[in-house]
Protein backbone atom coordinates (compact mmCIF):
# COMPACT_ATOMS: atom_id res chain seq x y z
CA UNK A 1 0.00 0.00 0.00
CA UNK A 2 1.10 3.75 -0.77
CA UNK A 3 0.07 7.00 -0.01
CA UNK A 4 -1.18 8.88 -2.44
CA UNK A 5 -1.41 12.47 -2.35
CA UNK A 6 -4.66 12.92 -1.03
CA UNK A 7 -3.67 10.39 1.97
CA UNK A 8 -0.77 12.84 2.34
CA UNK A 9 -2.31 16.07 2.87
CA UNK A 10 -5.31 13.83 5.37
CA UNK A 11 -2.03 12.59 7.51
CA UNK A 12 0.13 16.09 7.06
CA UNK A 13 -3.32 17.66 8.74
CA UNK A 14 -3.71 15.24 11.16
CA UNK A 15 -0.05 15.53 12.55
CA UNK A 16 0.47 19.40 12.29
CA UNK A 17 -3.33 20.93 12.93
CA UNK A 18 -3.45 22.47 9.91
CA UNK A 19 -6.43 22.29 7.91
CA UNK A 20 -6.33 20.03 4.61
CA UNK A 21 -6.14 22.89 2.08
CA UNK A 22 -3.30 24.28 4.29
CA UNK A 23 -1.41 21.47 4.36
CA UNK A 24 -2.19 20.92 0.44
CA UNK A 25 -0.68 24.42 0.26
CA UNK A 26 2.54 23.64 2.10
CA UNK A 27 2.91 20.24 0.30
CA UNK A 28 2.84 21.95 -2.97
CA UNK A 29 5.17 24.96 -1.63
CA UNK A 30 7.63 21.92 -0.90
CA UNK A 31 7.14 20.32 -4.25
CA UNK A 32 7.88 23.78 -5.80
CA UNK A 33 11.00 24.80 -3.94
CA UNK A 34 12.49 20.98 -4.65
CA UNK A 35 11.63 21.30 -8.40
CA UNK A 36 13.14 24.64 -8.93
CA UNK A 37 16.44 24.23 -6.41
CA UNK A 38 16.78 21.02 -8.77
CA UNK A 39 16.24 22.40 -11.80
CA UNK A 40 18.94 25.01 -11.04
CA UNK A 41 21.12 22.59 -9.88
CA UNK A 42 21.29 23.01 -6.51
CA UNK A 43 21.13 20.10 -4.02
CA UNK A 44 18.03 19.69 -1.16
CA UNK A 45 19.00 18.14 1.96
CA UNK A 46 16.65 17.20 4.63
CA UNK A 47 18.84 15.84 7.38
CA UNK A 48 17.96 12.03 8.48
CA UNK A 49 15.20 11.76 5.73
CA UNK A 50 16.57 11.96 2.41
CA UNK A 51 18.82 14.08 -0.58
CA UNK A 52 18.39 14.79 -3.81
CA UNK A 53 20.19 16.00 -6.75
CA UNK A 54 21.29 16.88 -10.09
CA UNK A 55 23.66 14.61 -11.54
CA UNK A 56 24.58 14.75 -15.40
CA UNK A 57 24.63 11.84 -17.48
CA UNK A 58 27.39 11.17 -19.85
CA UNK A 59 26.42 10.61 -23.97
CA UNK A 60 25.97 7.05 -24.54
CA UNK A 61 25.68 4.50 -27.10
CA UNK A 62 22.23 2.15 -26.32
CA UNK A 63 20.49 -0.46 -28.35
CA UNK A 64 16.78 -0.51 -29.43
CA UNK A 65 15.57 -3.92 -27.64
CA UNK A 66 13.09 -4.22 -30.18
CA UNK A 67 15.44 -4.12 -33.27
CA UNK A 68 19.01 -4.41 -31.47
CA UNK A 69 19.93 -1.54 -33.28
CA UNK A 70 22.65 0.41 -31.76
CA UNK A 71 21.13 4.01 -30.96
CA UNK A 72 23.38 6.95 -29.76
CA UNK A 73 21.69 8.51 -26.31
CA UNK A 74 22.73 12.35 -25.73
CA UNK A 75 24.18 13.30 -22.54
CA UNK A 76 21.69 15.09 -20.09
CA UNK A 77 20.62 15.46 -16.82
CA UNK A 78 18.93 13.16 -14.06
CA UNK A 79 17.89 12.94 -10.50
CA UNK A 80 19.77 11.11 -6.94
CA UNK A 81 17.74 10.50 -4.46
CA UNK A 82 19.44 9.02 -1.31
CA UNK A 83 17.96 8.09 1.58
CA UNK A 84 18.40 9.35 5.17
CA UNK A 85 19.31 7.72 8.07
CA UNK A 86 15.57 7.67 9.72
CA UNK A 87 14.20 7.18 6.19
CA UNK A 88 16.63 3.45 6.22
CA UNK A 89 15.12 2.57 9.85
CA UNK A 90 11.97 3.33 8.97
CA UNK A 91 12.71 0.93 5.79
CA UNK A 92 14.09 -2.09 8.17
CA UNK A 93 10.93 -2.28 10.96
Keep these: MSLNRSDLVSAIAAKSGLTKTDADSALSAFQDVLLE ?22 ARTGRNPRTGEEIAIPAGFGVKLTAGSLLKKAAAK
Excluded: D, P
Design 37 to 58: AVASGEGVKLTGLFAAERVERA
